[in-house]
């Protein structure tokens, strides 16, 4: 195993914030304006984890829409963002891991599905752009989870081995992901019931519990323990 002090990659929704209800929120009131009036919070639960983009074209699909992606994309990220700013949740345990990391100097970037734009327009609500500054979004790669790309260019950015980064996860692709990527993964899954999903067996450290469970300390002790360097 690497010596090098370890790089923390965090996914962004539903594992540092709680942005889900919002972006459920923001793809219904689109899907309406579309005559979609069945799209329930299970339904959006199907696809926790995927790049908003990806999940309007499978959505489109499966409804049978005419409207151009970029329409549906521009409009749902309008709405989201708008929602967003209003009031999005950092979940308290998380807000004092990062804290923690920072503390002790260990490089940080945040790596997510969502636009760029989101991404800076909740960080910056939620005061942790003071510690977050390398973020990627899937908007600037090739492909977006459970593909590796978001991983990678975090950690290109970083200056960090593949090896050497740890990923915050809540979702089955991105634990995919970080696996593809080679990169460690602490799984803390939004949905109760992908805790047992084949994708988070390939975590080093899952709290079955979500948020419930998670713990700063457990966190950051895991990854000491792992990298001797820390």
Known sequence: MSTACPSVIFDLDGTLVDSEPNYYEAGRQVLAGYGVTDFSWEHHTRFIGIGTRETLERLSEEYGLDAPIEDLLAGKNRTYLELARAGTEVYPEMRKFVELL???GVPMA???GSSRTAIEAVLAGTGLDAFLTTLVSAEEVAHGKPRP?????AARRLGADPADCVVLEDAPP???AAHAAGMRCIAVPYVAETATDEAFRTAGLIFPGGQAEFTAQAAYDWIGRS???L
Do not use: I, M, N
């Open 102 to 104: 920072h503390a002790a």
């Open 110 to 112: 945040v790596a997510s």
């Open 149 to 153: 790309d978001v991983f990678l260019e």
């Open 174 to 176: 991105g634990a995919a």
């Open 227 to 229: 990298s001797p360097s």
